[in-house]
């Protein structure tokens, strides 16, 4: 628990000591206000719009979550399909080779005229930024799987179902976790770059706007935002983590 | 545990398993080779050999997880997929089958929660007797090798199969270990009857344990010789002269099954 309570407190000095050291640096460096806003300035901008920004924050974290959970199926079933019908992944393999090492974001220009401003383009680039890493663990954790304990289940005659939910599953969680940890916050950034190509709403939009504008106070308060629901992101898997293994933990 | 159903004595010893005619090969390399063996109901055999003879793919078939090549292999006169469907099959390996996210006592009910048998143990009382009483909520990893080992045996045996394969379970621990957990293993099949074969390199372990060794020869396995092992039960004398009479004479025939195949293996 001390160990615990000293990281807390590391985080704590962090936050409190950015805005410090953001006052402290303007005044030394004299960079216009355009340039580098005061965070004084950057906390109006959060108290007088709270409605505007509420609104595109909703309207990124929807695009994250729902192409997030796309990537999460799609990965499931294609690393269950890979493990149950190995000949799947010789088929599979070089498409997702190739898409893989295509960049998004020039496929996001291809995505834009085809499908136009509306959700499935964005969830689609979601869904390209979060999907690898998934899949390549998931996969890498059903192999991980005890051969030696599937071999009693097969000689209890048990399901598919019972050995992926008794067996393959629990070996497939870290490296589960791990992936989502990357993947969980990657879709918020692939939501924000979405919404940088083709938007007329979402915290990526606001933030083409703003450039267009001048508008330094704007975009900082968009990187607090951005930067806040990303650490959440992070901690809640964290927390996640913490709480699935605490069989691991000392008692 | 469970009461001890007699079979009448009139009745003529059935064959719980009967091997007849095994052949087995992985792609051109032979494996095993006219295989012919019968277990009677409740007897204990050991399967003895040099390491890649062949005597852990003939537990794998037993345990319908390998299928034959040729020959049959019956299970109370029916196929192994039969038992295995009706779930009269518990095994055990060398390496504890144990998920480390479950506790001891959760790692004996899995067996439970694929199993839709009736007549099982309580594995609460099941571990109790097995001496982990103290430790039905400790993690695999909080566990010693031969713990780990007990509470594998009793996911084992936890549904009452009709069969128990082993696998050189106690292959892993030391010496003082593996000769307590002989004792004990012993006693359980006592109170149980089940129908066990071993798969083991000890002579001393085969002799401990065994109504019946059959000794393999290597590559490709074939049945060198079938041993009665003539010592009263439970079998706690391993000092004794008659003991290290029956140790002898099956560690001649295990060597015997050596030369016959040209020696050792390299």
């Known amino acids: ?251 | 545990m469970r009461q001890s159903v007699l079979p009448a004595v009139a009745s003529p010893p059935q064959s719980a398993i009967r091997i007849a005619g095994l052949r087995k090969s992985f792609g051109p390399v032979p494996v095993l080779e006219g295989i012919d063996l019968d277990l009677a109901e409740g007897e204990f055999l050991s399967l003895l050999g040099p390491s890649g003879c062949g005597k852990t793919t003939l537990l794998r078939i037993l345990a319908g997880l390998e299928t034959a090549w040729e020959g049959t292999v019956a299970i109370d006169g029916a196929p192994v997929a039969d038992a295995r469907r009706r779930q009269e099959i518990g095994i055990a390996f060398q390496r504890a089958a144990l998920l480390p996210s479950r506790t001891a006592l959760r790692n004996v009910q899995l067996t439970l929660e694929v199993c839709h048998r009736s007549g099982v143990f309580d594995p609460e009382r099941l571990l109790r007797e097995f001496g982990l009483g103290d430790f039905l909520h400790h993690y695999p990893h909080q566990l010693s090798g031969g713990m780990q080992q007990r509470v594998n045996i009793a996911a084992a045996i936890v549904h009452h199969p009709r069969l128990l394969l082993l696998d050189e379970p106690f292959g892993a621990l030391d010496e003082l270990t593996r000769e307590a957990l002989w004792a004990w293993l012993a006693q359980l099949l006592l109170v149980t009857r089940q129908t066990a074969v071993l798969v083991t390199h000890s002579v001393e372990e085969a002799v401990t344990l065994s109504d019946r060794v059959a000794v393999l020869s290597a590559r490709p396995g074939r049945i060198h010789s079938l041993l009665s092992v003539n010592l009263p039960r439970p079998r706690t004398g391993r000092l004794d002269e008659a003991f290290a009479r029956e140790v002898t004479r099956v560690r001649r025939a295990l060597y015997a099954a050596v030369d016959a195949a040209g020696g050792p293996p390299p």
């Open chain 1, 1 to 251: 628990m001390k160990r615990f309570r000293r990281a807390a407190l590391a985080y704590l000095l962090l936050f409190a000591s950015i805005p410090l050291l953001w006052e402290a640096f303007i005044h030394f460096s004299h960079l216009p206000g355009v340039v580098l806003p005061p965070p004084s300035k950057v906390w109006d901008v959060l108290r007088d719009e709270p409605g505007i920004l509420a609104y595109n924050t909703g309207v990124t974290m929807e695009e994250a979550l729902l192409g997030y959970a796309v990537a999460n199926l799609l990965a499931l079933v294609l690393a269950l399909g890979f493990i149950w019908f190995p000949s799947t992944e010789a088929f599979v393999a070089p498409w997702t080779v190739m898409i893989k090492n295509i960049p998004y974001v020039t496929i996001a220009g291809i995505l834009l005229i085809t499908l136009g401003d509306n959700l499935a383009p964005k969830l689609l680039i979601v869904v390209l930024v979060c999907f690898f890493p998934l899949l390549a663990n998931l996969v890498k954790g059903f192999r991980a799987a005890d051969s030696v304990l599937i071999d009693r289940l097969a000689a209890l005659n048990a399901t598919r179902g019972q050995v992926f939910r008794k067996v393959l599953w629990p070996s497939a969680l870290p490296f589960y976790l791990a992936a989502h940890e990357t993947s969980f916050t990657g879709s918020i950034v692939g939501a924000i770059i979405a919404e940088w190509f083709f938007s007329r709403k979402g915290l990526g939009y606001l933030v083409v706007q703003a450039m267009s504008d001048y508008r330094g106070d704007v975009l900082y308060a968009v990187n607090l935002i951005a930067g806040a629901l990303a650490l959440a992101a992070y901690f809640s898997c964290k927390l996640l983590e913490r709480w699935l293994f605490r069989w691991q933990r000392p008692r």
